[in-house]
């Protein structure tokens, strides 16, 4: 707690001689050095109410603290980011116009307090993808290149909107690209809007059909010829002038715009012993950088409007934060023992508070590691509004931290994220407390794979108690669903108790893997998607026990393919050594499916898992009114189930002014997209790789990652067939991974016929596979399914499929198909057969150096739950150093 006078050492009013925080800063030091503050105590600014328009970010460090800035009451001291500009004049064709300084840029607009919407195509969801080319003209220079991820094709009539923009226009547009669980944006470089296509400046961070079922979508943003909806804007540069369509009720004269100036509105860093009373933080800026910009989860690449680094004993207290461009506070590296409480954050260009830095190491300082940071009793509402992805509350690395008593809700992703580390690498993040957060609305059909509690890596001894989370719609067409308690990847060392978590799109509990997460004594209930169940899990781990579940009730309904427990076989029996349940309470008041327990039936489940568990209606006093507390029959007791408050969750009850002001709240009404079109796909595709630099990672059709520790993927001039160049694959002995190097391709196969071919040169040490597989959730390992399978080893081809045999049975095996003569370029061809009725099947070729053919015909794809093939994988799996090359590698669809 600050020591500090009960007046006010500095006054400062928008009118008076001292009318700027920074000018109070300079006053405060003047005092200090006079000695009328005397030291250790600390410094009290108080600030009329008015609005305190900042020309530079308040900077806060070193000697300018102990300090204490106070507002006005009820947050009429505002410190903003953002110029005023207007009245509004009318035109004739419907469109305001004001003056802009020359030279000012913005992105992001508020009119009479309310933020605008950049002219954007179309209105109301999305454009869709309809497919990519592989290699072709670059318009930047006119030469041949990779374009994998550098264009797209559309329906024309999406891009009408830019046939007749002007070269200066155009390149400021910007194509909105909406993945599953994030987004990017990247600048347009030239358009044929005829023909339906368009071509990006840069190049976008993922293979546009990772997700092969669906179409992925873009929308059009910025761009003057779009401008025609209410409360759309665009800023011409040429004229300085401000273009607006106004809303219903607004006047031009009547009628002014915030724009921001500033990327941020304060900085404290280096010092200690800070603190912001009653002040209201408004309007900063974001700028799409060319060519693109690409926020990736949680919009981990975005900043914030107030941003605290290196500094200790920082509070934020009875605050508001508003109107931002990306996140509201961030507790940046070497925050330490510091506190956001009793703050409102609403109209978030992402979240509302982030805590820890963007990377971390073991080599790290411990003092940098962010700790002791305390987000309690605020409200966060209302964000993704330019960032979709951002979280309410979002942690990468930090320890000792505790998110109690906050309401957060009407996001497009996750509530809470904590943790930073995919797998079970090295993380610091350890006995954090995530408590008492009411967390609900979430997702609105924009955004998939969310949670309204997400974790990754390693988090031991970290507790999330006590929260409640309802209401949550993914989008689900691409990436997963919609979770209320979803540790992800690595998730670690976690006790998840006493959450009430219901009304959930996929599932109410997901762990896709982790080790020893303990969820006990919760209330798992209800997912509205058709094939959902109310919890399950993505992988089973060997060597050690993934979760542990005791005393929870578990409730779901309908009968739609939807189940209690899901493991990786979906409606499969998967593995259940790494689980240990017991004394849980599952209920459907619909006929129970013979496989909604992890595929098999309750009877099962309970004597070979869930020992002590019972299947009994809980009794809940009256769910559909919101009523959870359960009749004091329930049998939920019976197995030692413990009620707690519930009504506890969200900001806390004393006072009851805030408490009333959350009621108020009312999350935006959407609308849901409609279901994408089907990916058409691609009808063929070929490269030499030669348009990439040589040492460089493949043309954006391929994924994959190319590195020393993972072995090299590149574009090479070591050898070639055709052309100049070819693609090496390079593998090392000791790689932590055995199947790297390896790199894949998606595609779709959309006629009976599919043909692929391409050339290939392996050394004596080669342990080279060809693998294809369907992305299938009902293959037996939940995952995939096996379809052409093709390897070189020790000298020899081989092909691993499946045949019918004399007792009409097929059976697998792997077969030689020919010797290999090392060094030397060989050709191979795959041809798969997709009848519209009838089993697939595929033939295989082989071309030698000495221009023998061999072939094996009529084969049946590895795993019989492989029907179309989507995935083709390249995986080095060899030991040793040793190198291969591929070159003339097409595909087409006949």
Known sequence: ??????????????????????????????????????????????????????????????TDAPICFKGAPDGQTVFSGARKLGPFTADADGIWRCSVPAGLVFEQVWVNGSRAQIAKSPNTFYNYVLSSEGEGTDPMTGKEADLGRRMLRTDPKALACLAALPPDELRDVAIHVWWAWDSEWQKVARVDAEDGVLWFQGRVNRDFFMWPKWCPRFTIENCRTALDAPGEWFLDRKKSELLYIPRTGERPETSFAAVPVLKRIAFVHDTKDVTFDGITFAHNSWTLPSPGFYAYQSAFYADAALEVSNATQVAFLNCRVEHTANYGLWFNAGSRDSCVRHTWFEDLGAGGVRLGARTWSTNDAPEKLVSGVTVDDNVITSGGHVFPAGTGVFITYAKDCRVTHNEICDLYYSGICCGWRWGYAPAPNRNNELSWNHIHH??????????????????????????????????????????????????????????????????????????????????????????????????????????????????????????????????RPAPVHDLVFGSNLWWSPDPVATNAFNGGTWEKWHAEVDNGSILADPLFRDWQKGDWRLKPESPAFTIGFKEWDYTLAGVRKEDAAWRARVAAIRPAAYEVAPEPPLNPGKRSFRTGFETRRPGTFPSGAFGGVSSRERGYVMESTRACRTGKQALEIRDFEGL????????????????????????????????????????????????????????????????????????????????????????????????????????????????????????MKGLLYYHEECAVPNWIGFLSNADCETVSFIDDYSYDNL
């Open 1 to 62: 707690m600050l020591k500090m006078s009960a007046s006010a050492d500095v006054e400062v009013s928008t009118t008076g001689a001292v009318n700027t925080p920074q000018a109070a800063l300079a006053k405060v030091k003047e005092l200090r050095a006079a000695g009328k503050i005397p030291a250790g105590r600390a410094a009290v600014v108080r600030f009329a109410a008015g609005v305190y328009e900042l020309a530079e970010e308040l900077d806060v460090s070193g």
């Open 442 to 571: 979430l997702g609105k059909g924009v955004l998939s794979d969310m949670g309204f509690i997400y974790t990754l890596g390693d988090s031991r001894g970290t507790v999330i108690a006590g929260n409640h989370g309802h209401d949550m719609f993914s989008y689900g067409y691409t990436g997963s669903g919609g979770t209320g308690l979803y540790p992800d990847e690595g998730s670690y060392g976690i006790l998840w108790t006493s959450n009430l978590i219901h009304h959930t799109k996929t599932s109410a509990l997901s762990q896709h893997y982790g080790r020893e997460n303990f969820f006990h004594n919760n209330i798992f209930a209800f997912s509205t998607k058709p094939e959902s169940s109310v919890a399950g899990r993505w992988r089973v781990e060997n060597d050690h026990c993934s979760l542990i579940c005791s005393n929870n009730v578990f409730v779901w309904a309908g009968t739609e393919g939807r189940s209690a427990w899901r493991g990786p076989g979906k409606g």
């Open 736 to 855: 932590q991974t055995r199947y790297w190097p390896h790199f894949y391709q998606s595609f779709k196969i959309v006629s009976e016929t599919f043909v692929l071919k391409f050339s290939l040169k392996c050394d004596a040490l080669a342990n080279l596979i060809c693998e294809w597989r369907e992305w299938n959730p009902a293959a037996k390992n939940g995952q995939y399914a096996d379809g052409p399978y093709v390897f070189v080893q020790n000298g020899a081809f081989y092909v691993r499929a499946r045949e019918v045999r004399a007792d009409g049975k097929a059976y697998g095996f792997d077969r030689k198909i020919s010797s290999y003569a090392p060094d030397t370029w060989c050709d191979l061809e795959f041809t798969l057969h997709t009848p519209k009725d009838g089993t697939p099947t595929w033939d295989f070729a082989f071309t030698g150096a000495d221009g023998i053919r061999h072939e």
